[in-house]
Nanobody
Framework: QVQLEESGGGLVQAGGSLRLSCAAS????????MGWFRQAPGKEREFVAA????????VPANSMKGRFTISRDNAKNTVYLQMNSLIPEDAAVYYC????????????????????WGQGTQVTVSS
């Protein structure tokens, strides 16, 4: 069973950048597809980005496209979310998630597909 711990959140001015990290332990990281989700107060959890075991990645074609990038470093058991040009609407608790899979290529965009979750890291964007 893998444990996930997010870090890198904080307060940033609009237009700024943050890089979130999610460190995995207790499992073979390369066997997991990974994802990032976020949840703002009063809103449902929202898909942010996903990356397959082989590194194929997906950022949905919405306001995050072109600003957010997901990557992974299997040697460090870590997945990253680089967030640029932050806007106040990006403020939320950001969660990373892991799904064990024997397939290299698929990524997963639905929260229900993920088995393991971190505790989240708060991102606040001031205008």
């Amino acid at each position: 069973q893998v444990q996930l711990e997010e870090s890198g959140g904080g307060l940033v001015q609009a237009g700024g950048s943050l890089r979130l990290s999610c460190a995995a332990s207790g499992g073979t990281f390369s066997m997991y597809a990974m994802g990032w989700f976020r949840q703002a107060p009063g809103k449902e959890r929202e898909f942010v980005a996903a990356i397959s075991r082989s590194g194929r990645n997906l950022v949905p074609a919405n306001s995050m496209k072109g600003r957010f990038t997901i990557s992974r470093d299997n040697a460090k058991n870590t997945v990253y979310l680089q967030m640029n040009s932050l806007i106040p609407e990006d403020a939320a608790v950001y969660y990373c998630a892991a799904k064990s899979t024997s397939y290299l290529s698929p990524y997963y965009a639905t929260a229900a597909e993920y088995e393991y979750w971190g505790q989240g890291t708060q991102v606040t964007v001031s205008s």
